[in-house]
């Protein structure tokens, strides 16, 4: 058992908790992985081995006493380029923070420290976390990881943790999603991405985009590695996984919106998904879902963005100071949250607090909406890179659907559900209502295994 080893993190932790596997080891596996993966460091901004080293002797001496503090003891996760991990550089994928470096680590990252994983090192993403593309040719752009030949998009804005965990660089990853930026990658990278609901992870010393909508989450391989993670960063009990069934669950498809301008491929696997889950038992019900279709209208075409205003807000003075360092399509979408009055935000925000609570009572008696996690097939880097329409496009529809996951305040799950007629990833991905977290994550393990 290997690094290379495409297995979960629980396995991992349990091989090791066995000593059948040394997280000495795994390490170092790792390390000569990402050496050879990334020479110049377009996945892995910067590799935190030193500490990684320290992290594996002592997770090995606890095996060696028989000693776990967690099921994941000894297990190597990459993390995000925006969380602070003490004295190490943490730019947040931004030339204009170039230098940053946090004296302590961020609470989720020491949580996941005292509870015995291993920090690999810091991985890509799209400046300051604000776009769903992926794309920074300030510090680098990682290639999604399933086209061998097309250099595509990886998703973002946790680019590189989609991408270092589906090319076999870590055994999980550590991201934020503030519009899809866990969901984006995962579902682009063949992977499990959880968005837990809004607060019940610190975000401390996590860089901002939007505090109103920024939450941390896993990308693992599977639903068990993700509840296990989520248990660790939210300091909630262990989710029982087992002893559910589909039968008699209700999946609500909306009919408007998210399949509008899905690529064949993509709307294909989906709805082959959805009708393997009818077959098992599921009752999947197709009707409008007003809520989602104005929420969709209010964030693409009112011209006001919480995100964008939020951004600008916290990031305003620094980008007028040295706004020339960064890639101008992120540029322009900071720059578009000055336009707003307060009187509009403020009646941004009342619309959706009532979109909300309109969404919360149409879901009685469902168990979660389900729809395709991004509509498109990744697109190549080189037909966006330039910015213009192009681009622009590429990030509404791959936002689109995921974005209203943060918008109404619920939490959300991507899952792989096979590929598209291009070859490439396909996510099914399942939203519920916040504070519905551990109900989402045993119905997307029953919705996992009825696909497998």
């Not at 951004?311 to 578009?336: H, Q, S």
């Not at 792989?416 to 989402?440: E, Q």
Request: glycine fraction near 10%.
């Amino acid at each position: 058992m290997t690094a290379q080893a495409p297995i979960s993190a629980l396995a991992l932790g349990r091989a090791i908790a066995a000593g059948t596997q040394d997280p000495r080891d795994l390490v170092e596996d790792y390390a000569a992985r990402i050496s050879g993966a990334d020479p110049e460091n377009r996945i892995f901004y910067r590799a935190t081995l030193k500490r990684a080293r320290a992290e594996a002797m002592a997770a090995h001496e606890r095996a060696q006493r028989g000693f776990s503090r967690s099921p994941l003891d000894g297990v190597p996760l990459s993390w995000k380029d925006l969380f602070d991990s003490a004295d190490d550089e943490t730019p947040a994928g931004s030339k204009m923070l170039a230098g940053r470096t946090p004296a302590h680590d961020a609470t989720a990252l020491n949580r996941l420290t005292t509870a015995g994983t291993i920090c690999l090192g810091k991985t890509a993403m799209t400046e300051l976390a604000f776009s769903g593309l992926g794309i920074n040719p300030v510090y680098g752009t990682p290639a999604n990881a399933h086209d061998p030949d097309v250099e595509r998009v990886p998703g973002g804005s946790s680019s590189g943790a989609g991408v270092s965990l589906a090319r076999g660089l870590c055994a999980a990853a550590i991201g934020t999603d503030t519009g899809g930026s866990v969901r984006i990658p995962a579902s682009w990278n063949g992977l499990v991405g959880f968005k837990p609901s809004h607060g019940i992870i610190p975000t401390s010393g996590v860089v901002p985009l939007c505090q109103t909508l920024d939450t941390v989450g896993p990308l693992t391989r599977d639903v068990a590695d993700a509840a296990a993670l989520f248990a660790l960063l939210s300091g909630t009990k262990v989710i029982d996984l087992e002893g559910e069934t589909l039968r008699g669950r209700t999946l609500l498809v909306p009919k408007h919106v998210v399949f509008d301008e899905a690529d064949p491929g993509v709307s294909e696997a989906v709805t082959a998904a959805l009708e393997g889950l009818a077959a098992q038992g599921a009752n999947i019900r197709q009707e409008n879902v007003e809520p989602l279709s104005r929420m969709n209208a209010l964030t693409w075409e009112s011209g006001i963005s919480i995100a964008a205003v939020e951004a600008w807000a916290e990031w305003g003075e620094l980008i007028r100071d040295k706004g020339k360092l960064m890639y101008p399509p992120v540029r322009t979408r900071f720059e578009g949250g000055a336009k707003p009055s307060a009187a509009d935000v403020w009646k941004l925000a009342v619309e959706r607090a009532r979109l909300r609570e309109e969404l919360t009572a149409q879901l009685a008696g469902v168990d979660a909406i389900a729809m395709p996690t991004i509509p498109i097939d990744p697109p190549p880097i080189a037909d966006l890179e330039d910015g213009g329409p192009a681009y622009d496009r590429a990030n509404r529809l791959t936002l689109r659907n995921t974005t209203l996951g943060n918008q109404l305040d619920m939490c959300a799950i991507t899952l792989p559900v096979g590929v598209s007629t291009a070859g490439l990833p396909v996510g099914l991905m399942l939203i519920a209502p916040k504070g519905r977290d551990a109900r989402l994550l045993r119905l997307a393990r029953v919705v996992e295994r009825a696909l497998s």
